[in-house]
């Protein structure tokens, strides 16, 4: 099967499955990809903890951040409300910088990258981004505004109207009626970019080598490992990623290291149609054509 037929059935595979997606894959020592829609702009969710970390530990290495410094966490402040991570303690909690920023990239712990933003706001992401030469993610606010959807309005057993609202509503140019779902307000960003700031990480060249390989061990530590991972890690292999989740929107973006050298960049943003919060078979399919573009890619 070649390369177009092979992308065609993998656009079913998705269609089935209630998914459309924008997915890359690049090999980082040739530069040739394989993608399906790679530059259709997306709301980012948590993947802009990769970023935001960046960002935090180039502070810390030129000395504007200490790591150490202890941040007071008071259970009243922690709004960015999560499955895990500081907005479930019931008590005040002293944290250092740089144990905020495992909790914020490898739990994906959105109070503990909330505490981050406040030390470094938005505007000074997108600035660190566009110093390393990076385009196409936008980073507008911090994880606070991801808890102030219609899914916090619903009662658990109707969380499938806040589902129904977020799948039914975008505009052609992706636009959205729900913020936290606009392109042009959200962050955001495409799989194209989300692969080229994994490429800036693991062959550096703009970013400190010692910021990108500190980045590159916190999503080595990734604890969320149900989506793509099950595909991309062995013996073999190496599986080192972030995940982001928001209403319908299920993204991960990673390197695969294999032990014979090779390494690929993979980026996989989703959208499904489906009115359902928890839906493994999602998870599975995304999964699938991932592994099928980086699987095309390494036969080449």
Known sequence: MNSQRAI????????DGGLSGS???????TGEEVGIDPDVELPLA???KIPLAAAVLERIQDGRIDAATMIDVLPERSTA????GLSRFRHPARIAVEDLLYLSTAFSDNAAADALFHLVPPAEVNDALANAGLTGITVRHPMRELTRTPAERFEPREVHLAQSLAIGSRTAGHGHPIPQLDVSQANSGTARACVDLLQALWLPTRIP??????VRALMGQNVIRHRLAPDFSSDASR???KTGTLLNLRHEIGVVEHEDGSRYAIAALTESSVPAA???????????VARALHDLLRAR
């Open 8 to 15: 065609r059935a993998l656009r079913a595979v998705l269609a």
């Open 23 to 29: 997915f890359l894959v690049r090999d980082l020592a």
């Open 46 to 48: 948590s993947l802009v």
């Open 81 to 84: 409300a999560g499955p895990v």
């Open 209 to 214: 080598p010692a910021v990108a390989e500190q």
């Open 239 to 241: 599986w080192s990623s």
């Open 278 to 288: 928890a839906q493994p078979m999602a998870e599975a399919v995304m999964a699938r």
